[in-house]
């Protein structure tokens, strides 16, 4: 029998049902929580730069804004589906409520790949996907950031035309600006400097001197470079990083011994952003296959991706010597996976606290641009880091007490707090 493919949202939903049978959650609050609060599905028509018309898909789901303001980046990716951006809004709601910042949960998508369209298309695409939505979004409805593909440039677009339709200065409506423009300091370092500060906490627990240990990377993007960096400046080596290859349309491995570079490697990257094969062997690199990352000796191991990457059929390739998984990316980890890593003793730091980092920082950069006054970054950084390492301790207090795997910890605490929210407020 063909294996049915892979469904980020069925994966979701079964991860709050496990964590709403533990709550012993009543119906209503299941039945609210388990899918999206609102959601929008649009038609975004671009002018390309030959002159003809294409139609693009955008969406934007609310999965809950029980705590605040719905919060979540915008992603722009050839194989965006509905139940991707369903699943990873749900994710949102669950990561503003582990770190406890008082936002709720939304994620939106185009269906579009980035590498083939002129920042003139890629404009047209972000002031369409504003006009499409632009009274159903806001600072204090919900607000975006980018994620896969999106950066500062995308979201000051994004920005501006909301800007120009409601006539008014919002700088409070989106984050991840540039900065100068309304960004935070530290907002590109936030996600993956969040992951490592949630490691770093982790070895203290389990007694492992960070000094001595070996990471692999799984990615290249903002997360995967920025944890390296501060993995790397607290002393442990980088064995690798996979890196996605447009040219080649696969993923391949990029090892090296005596540690990588993630500075030397961003300097050698093509006009794609991939790293280059060729400009790497020549500095001592070996290009191994894109899934070579899972199976390295290492004592971290770091998938900073996508969705689907630890799973059923790969899981027993993990090395024996690895003693934790830090989940940089949004549900890299399938729930068959999980069994095993749970079995086998790996400590999971699961992906809605892990690279909750991003988010918090984007809550930073909300309370700035709201009073209009930008800290420095020192302060975002010791701020961002009290609050992943509060977040981190909550959920390991709650599994170390009641025995239970960190990703069920980390759920029991995020919906009971979205449940309680929503009882409070008389809507279950
Ligand atoms: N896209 C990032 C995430 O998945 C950041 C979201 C945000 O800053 O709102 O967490």
């Known amino acids: 029998m063909e294996k049915k493919p892979f469904n980020a949202f069925e994966m979701a939903q079964q991860q709050f049902d496990a964590a709403a049978e533990k709550l012993g959650l009543d119906q209503a609050t299941r039945d609210l929580l388990r899918s999206s609060l609102r959601e929008y599905h649009f038609l975004i028509p671009v002018r390309m730069d030959d002159g003809s018309y294409k139609v693009f898909r955008g969406f934007r789901c609310q999965h809950s804004d029980a705590r605040g303001p719905c919060k979540g980046g915008i992603r722009f990716h050839p194989n ?12 949102m709601t669950w990561k503003t409520a582990v770190v406890d910042i008082p936002l709720g949960g939304g994620k939106g998508g185009v269906i579009c790949d980035p590498h083939n369209l002129s920042d003139r298309e890629q404009e047209g695409i972000c002031r369409g996907w504003v006009r499409q939505i632009a009274y159903n979004i806001g600072p204090v409805q919900d607000v975006p950031a980018p994620d896969i593909m999106t950066h500062g440039q995308h979201m000051l677009w994004m920005l501006d035309e909301l800007e120009r339709i409601r006539g008014g200065k919002f700088p409070g409506f989106i984050t991840g600006k540039p900065v100068g423009m309304g960004g935070s300091l530290g907002r590109t370092e936030a996600t993956g400097f969040g992951v490592m500060y949630t490691v770093r906490e982790a070895m203290k627990e389990l007694g492992i001197d960070i000094k001595k240990t070996v990471g692999a990377f799984q990615g290249f993007g903002n997360v995967s470079q920025y944890a390296v960096k501060l993995f790397r400046e607290y002393g442990g080596k980088a064995l690798c990083v996979s890196c996605w290859d447009q040219i080649d349309q696969t993923s391949y491995t990029f090892r090296r011994e005596s540690g990588v570079d993630p500075d030397e490697l961003m300097g050698i990257t093509d006009k794609f952003n991939s790293i280059d094969k060729a400009k790497a062997r020549q500095v001592g690199y070996e290009v191994l296959p894109g899934d070579a990352w899972i199976e390295q000796e290492a004592d971290l191991l770091v998938p900073a991706a996508l969705e689907n990457q630890i799973t059923g059929a790969n899981v027993a390739k993990i090395h024996k010597r690895v003693r934790i998984i830090a989940e940089g990316a949004n549900g890299p980890t399938t729930p068959e996976a999980d069994v095993e890593i749970h079995k086998r003793g790996i400590f999971m730091i699961p992906d809605f606290l892990c690279n909750a980092g991003g988010v918090t920082c984007s809550y930073f950069e909300q309370v700035q641009s709201n009073m209009n006054f930008y800290w420095h970054l020192n302060e975002v950084f010791s701020r961002l880091d ?43």
Do not use: C, P, Q
Request: hydrophobic share 50%; glycine share 4%; aromatic share 10%.
């Open 80 to 91: 965006e589906t509905i139940d991707t951006v369903r699943a990873l809004a749900m994710w």
């Open 386 to 428: 009290e609050k992943m390492t509060a977040g981190f301790k909550a959920v390991s207090e709650l599994a170390r007490k009641k025995n239970l795997y960190m990703r069920d910890a980390a759920y029991m605490i995020a919906v009971s707090r979205v449940a309680e929210a929503s009882h409070l407020r008389g809507w279950v």
